[in-house]
Structures are given as structure tokens and as C-alpha cells.
């Protein structure tokens, strides 16, 4: 069933720094999706504010006691094997309260590797001393955004898809996102403020490539919350043009899918009939077809 026996999981990150595109409702469901074809799915809420971890249903992880994705993420990063939250349709890794530092020790630890590349007479030590958990001797590399990608070679589950919810910024946490996934599914929404967003999006994937060794794909577009005026036709053609060679989705408001978000769950795992799980269906069996599985499995 799984081309992935030898080379890990598929990797892909949700992301989109523009707010209230729906990003984290469109990850849970296209997780769902996946679970739905017979796929082991882990997701992690890589947000500082927590949103996917209350749409899976697990509000009160957010205030767990540490060890949390934030010291797998800064410090021993062995530790995210013990976060995973066993579901029925997909294994978790919560966000927690402490991811609110995350992107300051982030920052910190990429200085620290770029001082160690390039030297300039800066003491990696002192920078360390404004740091929580990063020393100089966790950065090995010339940058540090592999945090998430080295935690994730740690976990001794084999999965099918690790799907990966990005914050709704763009800075060294969606980086670490990225450079982890290497592959981007972006949900926006059909308004004329959404091209700026994804122009942002293509300028932080290009200066993270340069940085780094990654080579970032995009897999998709998912255009959110689709409505029938001008303004909507004329962006979904936008979004065709800007990504000729990549699949665009469409997903129109559905007040199941919110209801099915308030429950803790993915649209499958309800019982009330959502025309747009179709939608997800689409997304995730071209997910499938991306990443090279040749086998379904649909879930009862």
C-alpha cells in the first residue's frame, strides 16, 4: 500500500500567512481525507495559537506540562515521540502554551548557525544566554530551520503522511515547517488581497530555498470559502495562471464543516452528509497520486 517503507512518510505542510483563510479547517480535512482512504496520518499543530489542537479535539493538551512540541522543536528533539496523541482518525502532535517562544528560540538558533558558518567575531555562547533551551552545541549545521525534520527521524511509528499545520505567519517556525515537509498544499481565499498573501508565500519559500539545501513543491491550491461573484471567478483564473502546473480546488462555506471543527473531528468522522467532502476526497486521492501510492483502502 505505502511507496513510503523506505524513504519515511510523505511530508506536507499547510501554510498561508494571510488570517482567516480557513487553513487550519482545510488541514483537519484533508487529514481526514487521507485517514478516509486508508491512510495512518500524524498531524501536528505547528501553530503558537493552538487552533488545530481544538479542531481535533484536544483543547487541553494546550496547557500540558513539559515536555512539549516546543522543547522537541529547541532542545532534545528525541522528546516528540512522546507527544503523539493517539486518534481515530489521525495521531496528533499538539501545540501547547510554550510555542509562543518558539520563534524567538528559533531565531536565536539560526543565529547561532549562521555565526558558526560565517564567524564575525560573535560569541555563539552569548547569544545562547537569551535562549531557553538552544545552545551552540544543538546547531551543528549552517542554518538551524531542521529542527522539526531531524525530531520527526526520531519516531519509531511508521506512518503513511505527516501533515503539518503552519502558523499564519510567515518566520523561522513556517520555515522549520517547510524545510521539514518540503512540499506545500496553500488554502487561500478568492479575493483580491489573497495575491499579495501567496506572492509573500513564493518570496519566503525562495529566500528559505536559498538558505538552505530544500527544494520546496507545491502540491495544490485549495480556494477557500468560494462564492459565485466576479471577484471570485476572477481570482480562481489568477490562481490557475500563478500555479499552471499545480491542481486548484475548490471549497464553497459549509456550515458542516465548521460543526464537524467545534466537534473535535474531521468532516468523515461525523455523521451529517457534507457535499464538500467530495472536495477532500479530490484532494486527497491526488495527494495519493502525487506521492506515488497505488493502493486505497476506504475506511468504514
Not at 21 to 32: Q, Y
Not at 56 to 69: H, N, S
Not at 256 to 267: E, K, T
Amino acid at each position: 500500500m505505502n511507496r513510503q517503507s523506505e524513504t519515511g512518510p510523505a511530508r506536507f505542510c499547510v501554510t498561508n500567512a494571510k488570517g482567516g483563510t480557513g487553513k487550519t479547517t482545510i488541514a483537519i480535512n484533508v487529514a481526514g481525507a487521507l485517514n478516509d482512504r486508508g491512510r495512518d496520518v500524524l498531524f501536528i499543530d505547528l501553530d503558537p495559537q493552538g487552533n488545530a489542537t481544538e479542531g481535533v479535539g484536544l483543547v487541553e493538551e494546550y496547557d500540558a506540562e513539559p515536555p512539549t512540541l516546543f522543547d522537541a522543536l529547541t532542545g532534545d528533539p528525541s522528546a516528540l515521540g512522546d507527544l503523539v496523541v493517539e486518534g481515530e482518525e489521525m495521531d496528533v502532535i499538539p501545540s501547547s502554551i510554550d510555542m509562543l517562544q518558539a520563534e524567538h528560540e528559533l531565531t536565536i538558533a539560526d543565529l547561532i548557525a549562521r555565526v558558526n558558518a560565517r564567524g564575525g567575531g560573535v560569541d555563539p555562547d552569548a547569544l545562547a544566554s537569551f535562549a531557553i533551551n538552544v545552545t551552540p552545541e544543538m546547531v551543528t549545521g549552517t542554518h538551524a530551520l531542521d529542527t522539526l525534520d531531524r525530531a520527526l527521524d526520531t519516531l519509531d511509528r511508521a506512518y503513511d503522511y505527516v501533515v503539518i499545520d503552519c502558523p499564519p505567519f510567515y518566520g523561522k517556525l513556517t520555515d522549520t515547517g517547510m524545510y521539514a515537509a518540503q512540499n506545500v498544499l496553500i488554502p487561500a481565499l478568492t479575493e483580491a488581497t489573497s495575491e499579495r498573501a501567496i506572492e509573500l508565500l513564493m518570496d519566503q519559500t525562495a529566500a528559505m530555498e536559498r538558505q538552505t539545501d530544500a527544494s520546496i513543491r507545491t502540491l495544490g491550491v485549495v480556494a477557500n470559502r468560494v462564492e459565485t461573484t466576479s471577484e471570485d471567478e476572477t481570482m480562481l483564473e489568477w490562481f490557475n495562471m500563478a500555479f499552471p502546473d499545480s491542481p486548484v480546488w475548490e471549497v464553497r462555506k459549509r456550515v458542516a464543516l465548521q460543526r464537524a471543527f467545534s466537534s473535535g473531528q474531521s468532516v468523515f468522522a461525523t455523521e451529517e452528509s457534507c457535499d464538500m467532502a467530495a472536495v477532500f476526497e479530490d484532494i486527497a486521492a491526488e495527494l495519493d497520486e502525487q506521492f506515488g501510492f497505488t493502493e486505497t483502502e476506504v475506511t468504514a
